[in-house]
Structure formats: structure tokens, C-alpha cells
């Protein structure tokens, strides 16, 4: 067994400027980021950096053949410190690059797993509220050309800094907000139900839950939209609390069921998440209605204002108000695919339906996909 440790070093800051001057940033240093981070937040401080906007090569989620083109990329750079600036996406990649030997594609990272060291110092710095891949050592690509989208999580890649800015939430959108928080919330629900968390890891997972449900409720009773700005600070380090308390007990059914419907109808991350939740729990209550799912409901009914039979109902309503949850057919699904999602999961889910609440046969994630349908 593995004891809980945090290797990452998180620091906090207001504003990236106070970052820069900190960090020392400058010509060795390879900065990958989305283009308008860079020009919103780099180029106006007038450091000289080496750049490379995850942008030119792709837009949604990581997909193998990008990840690919990134890693030609930087074969013919020369650089020391790797300064990832983005969401999941950015970081998740940037630990690829730091662990890359200079040969290697995305196929040869998966099948030389065991192997892998790290060849650049990795600084993350997040964008969005949600994935908390600062401080975790999992990277997940969409690999399109073996037809699954997975996880890769080796120690090697855990970030050398997490760097927590408020500032850089400044020009996140709603729906990103929406769908990078709702990832959060889920992080801390399944790492605190996760056999393999620990009390340790339980303290983050139970304090990101409760900021980010209480600031959910705030930001709604506002009256929603950008009220949610106001308590960005709190999400931020709610969503990298989620990440330490996940790094250590694992996601579970919920991100497992969610990935083909990531993978194949690209929906995004957090929302595909938000689509699982109430299905997966349900599915948990029906079949272990006693055990820790009663812990969480007290934490929920403490934290919302409600009766602990009824916190899970009132969550997910909650949730509803910050991003209206829809169907799977009004993306696409058809009923006809949800056979093969659930033996996809079963076959290639296991790291994490091992830290499911209880086990979930193949029948029983069919159903839980036919539930949302
Ligand atoms: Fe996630």
C-alpha cells in the first residue's frame, strides 16, 4: 500500500505577474499554452520565453495524432523547465512532453510506461476550476487509432510545481466554468467514496465538495450567470483540493462511463461527467443503500440545508441550475451504441472501476447508461 504524499509543491498567488517575478521565468523556459493565454497573460510582461500554443496542433480534448505532432515539436527544441498555462488538456500533454524521451510517439508512452522519467522540471498553472491535473499523475488521451480513450498514470508525471493563480479564471466562460466545476465536484465524490482513499485523502475530497457546493448555491441564489466570479478564488483551490483527494483514491464509474461519450461523441469532459452522476449514484444507492454513499449524503445535507435522505435529489437539481442536464440521444447517442460503451467500460475502465463505491457488473453500466438514455 502506498502512503498518501503530496511530491507536487502548490503555490498560490493573486496574479501571474507575481508568478513571473517569483519564478523568474525566461528564455529556457518553454511556455505551452493556448494562444490567447499567452497573449492575455505572458505577452504584456514582455518576458522572453519559448512558446508553443497547443492551439496550432488541436481544440478539443487530447487525441493521439496531436499529441503526436506536439512531440515532433519539441524534439527539435532545447529547453529546461516546461510552464504549462491551460486546462486539463494543456497540462495533461505537458506531462507527455516532460517525460518524453526524444523518439518517442504516444503509443511508445503507453507500452514503456513502467519505464518512464521525467526530462523536464514541469510548472503547471490552471485556467479552469475543474480538472486539478496540477497535482495528480494522470495524463488521458482520446487514442484514436486503438479506439478507447484512457488514462496514463505513472508517478514520472507528476507536476514539480502546482501553481494556483486567481487571476487566470478571469476570462473563463460560463460553460466552462460549469462543465470544469461539475468535473471538480465529481472528483471529490468519487475519490471520497473510493475503498482506496484514505482519511487523509478524505479531508480534501470533503473540504472541495463542500465549497464547491456551498459556492454553487451562492453564485445560483445571485442569480446565476457571472455570480459565479465572485467566489473564483474558492472554486480554484476547491478544484485543486479535489485533485489531491483523487490522486490519491482514484475517479471511478462515473469517469469510466463517461469516457466513451468524451471519446466518441466528444462531449466535453465535465459535462459527459455531469450526464453519469446521478446515474451512477442512483445505480449505488439501489444497490449498497448503507455505507460511506450515507456519509456523503450528511456532508451534502450539512452543507445545503436539507434532510440527508433527500441531499443527493437536492444535488443534483443544484447542479441542474449551473448546467441544465439533457438526455444522451440530444447528443447524438444512439440506443443502439450503449451495448458496447458498457463492455468498452468493463474491458478497459478497470483503473478506475476499482475504486468504485461498490462493483458494477456489465449488465448493471448498461443500465445505467439505458437510465439517462
Ligand atoms: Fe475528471
Redesign the pocket.
Same mark, same amino acid.
Given at each position: 500500500m502506498k502512503g498518501f504524499f503530496i511530491k507536487t509543491e502548490v503555490e498560490e498567488f493573486d496574479t501571474f505577474e507575481q508568478f513571473v517575478k517569483e519564478a523568474g521565468l525566461g528564455s529556457d523556459d518553454l511556455v505551452f499554452c493556448g494562444e490567447h493565454t499567452y497573449n492575455d497573460y505572458v505577452k504584456p510582461l514582455g518576458v522572453e520565453v519559448q512558446t508553443l500554443f497547443r492551439d496550432r496542433y488541436s481544440k478539443g480534448e487530447p487525441v493521439d495524432s496531436e499529441v503526436d505532432a506536439i512531440l515532433d515539436v519539441c524534439r527539435n527544441k532545447k529547453f529546461g523547465r516546461i510552464i504549462a498555462i491551460g486546462g #486539463?488538456t494543456v497540462i495533461d500533454i505537458a506531462k507527455l512532453i516532460a517525460v518524453a524521451k526524444p523518439e518517442y510517439n504516444v503509443d511508445d508512452l503507453y507500452d514503456n510506461a513502467a519505464e518512464l522519467k521525467k526530462h523536464h522540471q514541469l510548472v503547471a498553472i490552471p485556467t479552469t476550476c #475543474?480538472?486539478g491535473s496540477e497535482v495528480t499523475n494522470i495524463s488521458v488521451v482520446n487514442r484514436v487509432s486503438k479506439g478507447v480513450k484512457m488514462g496514463l498514470a505513472i508517478d514520472a508525471m507528476l507536476p514539480d510545481k502546482a501553481v494556483m493563480i486567481t487571476n487566470m479564471l478571469d476570462s473563463l466562460p460560463y460553460k466552462i466554468f460549469a462543465t470544469s466545476s461539475i468535473?471538480a465536484m465529481? @472528483?471529490s465524490v468519487e475519490s471520497f467514496l473510493s475503498p482506496n482513499g484514505c482519511s487523509i485523502s478524505r479531508i480534501f475530497s470533503t473540504e472541495a465538495l463542500k465549497t464547491i457546493i456551498s459556492c454553487w448555491k451562492k453564485a445560483v441564489d445571485n442569480g446565476g450567470g457571472e455570480a459565479w466570479k465572485e467566489f473564483a478564488a474558492d472554486f480554484l483551490k476547491a478544484s485543486n483540493w479535489a485533485g489531491l483527494g483523487f490522486g490519491y483514491a482514484g475517479?471511478a464509474a462515473v @469517469?469510466a462511463c463517461a469516457y466513451p461519450l468524451g471519446s466518441v461523441y466528444h462531449i466535453p @469532459? #465535465?459535462q459527459s461527467?455531469q450526464l453519469m452522476f446521478a446515474p451512477v449514484m442512483k445505480k449505488y444507492k439501489e444497490l449498497q443503500p448503507v455505507g460511506r454513499i450515507n456519509d456523503l449524503e450528511a456532508i451534502i445535507a450539512e452543507t445545503l440545508g436539507c434532510n440527508a435522505d433527500e441531499a443527493l435529489e437536492v444535488l443534483y437539481e443544484l447542479m441542474d441550475e449551473v448546467l441544465k442536464s439533457e438526455p444522451l440521444k440530444n447528443f447524438g447517442v444512439k440506443e443502439s451504441d450503449l451495448p458496447g460503451f458498457a463492455s468498452g467500460v468493463i474491458k478497459t475502465q478497470q483503473r478506475l472501476l476499482k475504486n468504485n463505491y461498490i462493483p458494477l457488473t456489465e449488465e448493471q453500466v448498461l443500465d445505467i447508461y439505458k437510465a439517462v438514455f
Open positions: #486539463g #475543474g480538472t468535473d465529481v @472528483h475517479c @469517469h @469532459h #465535465g461527467n
